[in-house]
């Protein structure tokens, strides 16, 4: 079962390194845009990634609150590595 994307029990997104192009196997991580207890919404950028092809910036998959970054600013990341996790947040009604 592919964990890409879900919620758990805890209602926490997992955020995976996004493919940048086939031949991009890893990338540096140049800056985070938010941190630790910000919140995020969808779309919004998250980090921001260079490769010796590509500079980019990548954004949220969901809206939340970031509980986790798991690499800092100079780290390699391989496509498909958890960066993140964000906690969801109830709708408001």
């Known amino acids: 079962m592919d964990q ?8 926490q997104v997992d955020i995976y390194m996004p493919e940048m192009g086939a031949r991009v196997k ?3 991580l140049i800056k985070w845009h938010r ?3 910000d919140e ?3 779309d919004e950028t998250l980090l ?6 590509v500079v980019a910036e990548v954004p949220s998959t969901v809206d939340g609150v ?4 798991f690499f800092k600013a100079g780290d390699v990341l391989p496509v498909g ?7 969801i947040l109830p709708a408001l009604s």
């Open 4 to 11: 890409t994307d879900q919620t758990d029990q805890t209602d």
């Open 66 to 69: 970031i509980t986790n970054l």
């Open 48 to 53: 921001e990634v260079s490769s010796d092809k």
């Open 26 to 28: 890893e990338v540096t």
């Open 40 to 42: 995020v919404f969808i």
């Open 35 to 37: 941190q630790v207890g």
């Open 81 to 87: 590595a958890l960066v993140a996790k964000v906690k």
